[in-house]
């Protein structure tokens, strides 16, 4: 089901025309998800990706949309520094979280509290027993991977799940959207059209929800 689990995130600004300036260079250093990605300058990622409560309102809206309760396990992959597994933990401390990060350097810089919990590895191979999450979820990660990757990353997200799974990957409309993606896109790999995106879930077998990552000229998402 398409749902927009992210809706309640601020807006952010993006300077599309400042990312196009050295674009292979800054790219290059962002797919070493290291200082640069996660708080270096903007160009090459985040610009600094701080605590800032913004994961709050999602982890409350996870346990009402998927009925999360006492010892509900939940797999977060590609949880960076671990925000919305804190934000959930602090909801429910009885909530077994469990986060999947490529990034050494996200992990060493997440909240001591989660940092046991994050697991360093790739989501093509998923280090979990089948059915063994009541929620798995994969936001702006497996997009990341090559396409034939991806749909290992997308049929192992089933394989480890319960049912329940959110998938949230970069998209494109028309000659336009795809012109403007990827003057901003840095570490991105696979990106398709919706419609396609859907094929894709139907070819591996995904049944979770998901929906799309677009941008608009003016640097908004829809």
């Given at each position: ?73 939940i797999l977060d992959i590609g ?143 829809v």
């Amino acid at each position: 089901m398409l749902l927009n689990l992210l809706e309640s995130f601020p807006k952010i600004a993006r300077d599309i025309k400042s990312r196009r300036k050295s674009k292979e260079i800054n790219r290059a250093k962002a797919l070493e998800f290291g200082y640069e990605y996660f708080d270096g300058n903007r160009n090459q990622g985040y610009g600094g990706y701080k605590y800032d409560g913004r994961w709050v309102k999602i982890a409350k809206n996870l346990k009402k949309i998927y009925k999360l309760k006492d010892n509900s396990k939940i797999l977060d992959i590609g949880c960076a520094k671990g925000y919305l597994l804190f934000d959930l933990l602090n909801l429910n401390p009885k909530f077994q979280v469990y986060g999947l990060e490529i990034s050494e350097y996200a992990i060493n810089n997440s909240d001591n509290s989660i940092k046991s919990r994050i697991i360093k590895g790739n989501c093509k191979e998923l280090p979990f027993k089948d059915n063994y999450f009541d929620l798995t979820l994969s936001i702006n990660t497996v997009h990341n991977l090559e396409l034939e990757e991806c749909k290992n990353a997308i049929a192992e997200i089933q394989r480890v799940s319960k049912g329940k799974s959110f998938i949230q990957v970069d998209a494109y409309r028309n000659d336009s959207d795809l012109e403007v993606f990827k003057d901003w896109m840095l570490t991105a790999k696979t990106y398709l059209k919706p419609e396609q995106w859907l094929d894709l879930f139907n070819e591996v077998g995904y049944t979770g929800d998901y929906y799309w990552t677009i941008l608009e000229s003016d640097g908004s998402v829809v």
